[in-house]
């Protein structure tokens, strides 16, 4: 028999070479679909059969600011992030890897230290006391501490620090996929610093810009704990609202409602993922 | 010449200055929680009075943080385990099978990473109050476990992608089984693909905050559950002690996943 | 006296302790086509860099026209280059990759039209006007990426081995394709390439770079017949070295006696030589007969092997000593069936064509 007939050998009836995604399958199966279709079958069942609980749902406006709050904190969280780690990935994309390494580093540890660690060192720092604002109105920027905590900055600063890696690694990997004898043809042809940025890095960057800044935006919108803890009531964001009307208001028909919307919006922007870079890559931080 | 390191000239300083700002920003908050834990200040004073290791031992002496740790360790190994196990055969499948639909599968596989974990949370919660798993060890370990699994396929998958199919194959014409192949030649071919998967998905678990909120019962509490009640209680220095002894875990962990990959890779 | 056109002025480039470049000095005059010969790592890329302004070099001048490049930026100096990669622009189309230098320079459009279409004539791909680069093949790419560096009219025109990525038969084509452009444009072009098959093609004129200097720099016929040096006889067409030793010199002429003990008279003496001095005697593989010749030398050699390539013969011959030699004579003067494996043969050489070199 030949290595090639042997690569073609199947299980009993099965197509060849699915065998061993069957436990797998049968886990995320049993233990992830059925619970997700059954909680969304329950935002139409649940008091009764009906489209009441999206009615309830889009029909307030508390629940409509909710959704508000949490596109523009996603956004904002966007935005802010890639500003900030598109220079990082540029300079660890060309620089000496020994300099480089300490740098991927102290990414790879904040990105590893537990989530709530984090999120309570930011609790501390940014309270009214705390280090920033005393740091502020010690150098006399400012005369009153700035609310910095239970709003929307605070936020906005919790979840850039989190979401920061998960930008740099894979843009990254990206620019260094740019052959820079191009940015060297680009500058012999004439182009200045800024005209070789604008149309030749930027440009080619713009895939793994999309792609990075889609993973961020998707995450953001589902994230509960930091904007839990760092958040104040009055902007709630969408994930905090869904677990405060499932726990505490025990409201499982419109917490499920609410975990529809959350779930369409977030697969319709993963499918958009997917298309963007190929099921492959995704996860490429890993 | 923008992405030569030498030809950038004074845009290289403004983004090495940049890039160190950044760096310190990502470096502050584990610093600075490490430095107050041993603070003396109850209110979390910066920089603090004096120096000291109540909080240490106050965290040390009180048995439900150190139940909650241990809960923690036992759900992460076991769901590591499992996820590693379950990934791996579900990897041979993903990469090698010749089927309709492996893209399909693998998408499907990978989504409990790209879902929001409050959605899953609250699903599986559902799930395990009607059939009575909620609060329990194996309730705890099957969600972690999802969660867990593209954890470990992703690196496992892409391992295996880079191992040559035809290696596996002369074993076999040498007369290997194919079992035997797989086991002697295959796996550690691809074991740091495998050590990065048990590290990852024993994190996923290790460090997931929301499934465990649902999760959990007044005796079943995994680490982070404990965290999150203190937070939401007061800012007790307690929790910077047991930040800081996380933070510990995690550079060990770093260390150790350097080191190993470093012995493995030769 | 006119001025070079471009003067490469004492151009040193040391990386650490490594020196890569020790003060080149060349002059170019305006429309040659210099080609910087030499096996990797001997200097002649840093040296193109130099002009590009990729890399400083440490200390040492480039000027085009009498005025220094050296603080000038690249995207300053209007000079175009071709690279060893295909480094066009992947998300712009062809037009556009061409088009692209005289964007940044903020020509009119109706001249930008026009000058993508004369371009692309050049290059014979009008066709492909719309095409991305990922598809075109190798040789078309290096085409579009020859028409983007000449859309400007740079006066100098870099070639950082242009070819190497290509197989035999595309480099032969794009060879006859840039002497072609060369022709019609009139730009003085810098080539950079290992392979001195390429380079005999296209120079004017070869800079053969060893280790960081510039061993000959003249025509190829020049390196080829007179070559300065053992490295350049031996980087330059195919030679055979035997060791020597050299008796005496006489009116230009030397005499030397070979290892098997043969004496060989009338060797030009392009070096000076001591008495019984260790050298070494390179005679080309062409300039060897199987027929006796008047007035040639001849070797006593044992025939080990030979093949027919249609415009000549190959033989392996392998003196008394030990010594191989590739022997490579013209078929009309080989007798078809005389070069079978046998020992006992003679072979004959003009000693007029072998160089001596010192051991």
Known sequence: MTANALRRQSFAGLPAGSGGALPALTLVGLFFIVPVVALLLRSVTDPEPGLQNYAALFGSGTYVRVFFNTFLVAAVVTAVTILVAFPVA??????????????????????????????????????????????????????????????????????????????????????????????????????????????????LSLPGIAAGGLMVFVMSLGYFVTPALLGGTSNMMLAEMIAQTVQSLLNWGLGSAAAFVLLAVTMALYAIQLRLVGAKRLGGGL | MLLDYD??????????????????????????????????????????????????????????????????????????????????????????????GRQLLRGLLLTP????????????YAFFLRIGLAGTTTGFVIAHTILALPFAIIPIATALEGFDKSIEDAAIVCGASPLQARLRITLPSIRIGIFSAAIFSFLASWDEVVVAIFMASPTLQTLPVKIWGSLRADLSPVVAAASSLLVGLTLALMIVTALLRRRLSR | MTLPFLSIRAVRKAFGAFVAVHDVTIDVPKGEFLTFLGPSGSGKSTTLYAIAGFQDPTSGDVLLEDKSLLLVPSHRRNIGMVFQRYTLFPHLSVAENVAFPLRVRRRPDAEVKRKVADM??????????????????????????????????????????????????????????????HRETGVTILYVTHDQEEALHLSDRIALFKEGRIEQIGTGEDLYLRPASEFVAGFIGNSNFLPAEHLETENGTAKVRLADGSIIKGVKATHALGRGQKARLMVRPEAFRLTPVPGNASLAVEIVDTAFFGDRRRVVARTGSGDEIDVRPTSDTAEPGGADAASGRQIFFDPATAFLFPA
């Open chain 3, 120 to 181: 692309l004539a050049l290059v014979r791909l009008e066709k492909f006007a719309d095409r991305y680069p990922g598809a075109l093949s190798g040789g078309q790419q290096q085409r579009v990426a020859l028409a983007r560096a000449l859309a400007y009219d740079p006066p100098i025109l870099l070639m950082d081995e242009p070819l190497s990525a290509l197989d035999k038969k595309l480099r032969q084509e794009i060879q006859t394709e840039i002497r072609r452009i």
């Open chain 2, 113 to 124: 990473m790209v879902l929001p974990v409050v959605v899953f949370a609250i699903a599986i």
């Open chain 1, 90 to 203: 540029w300079m660890l994309a060309i620089m000496p890897p020994a300099l480089g390494s300490i740098v991927f580093g102290i990414i790879i540890l904040s990105m590893w230290t537990n989530l709530l660690t984090r999120t309570y060192a930011w609790m501390v720092l940014l309270q009214r006391t705390g280090v920033i604002n005393r740091a502020l109105m010690g150098l006399g920027v400012i005369h009153e501490p700035l609310p910095l905590i239970n709003n929307l900055t605070g936020v906005t600063i919790g979840m850039v620090y989190i979401m920061l890696p998960f930008m740099i690694l894979p843009l990254v990997g990206s620019l260094r996929a740019i052959d820079p004898m191009t940015l060297r043809a680009a500058a012999l042809c004439g182009a200045s610093p800024l005209q070789a940025f604008r149309r030749i890095l930027l440009p």
């Open chain 2, 7 to 100: 030809r950038l000239g004074w845009l290289r300083a403004a983004l090495a200055g940049f890039t160190a700002l950044v760096a310190a920003f990502l470096l502050l908050p584990v610093v600075f929680i490490v430095l107050l834990s041993f603070g003396s200040s109850r209110w979390l004073a910066f920089p603090p009075p004096g120096w000291t290791l109540k909080w240490y031992q106050e965290l040390l002496a009180d048995p439900a943080w150190i139940d909650a740790a241990l809960t923690s360790a036992k759900i992460a190994a076991m769901a590591a385990i499992l996820a590693v196990l379950i990934g791996l055969l579900a990897s041979f499948s993903l990469v090698r099978g010749e089927f309709r």
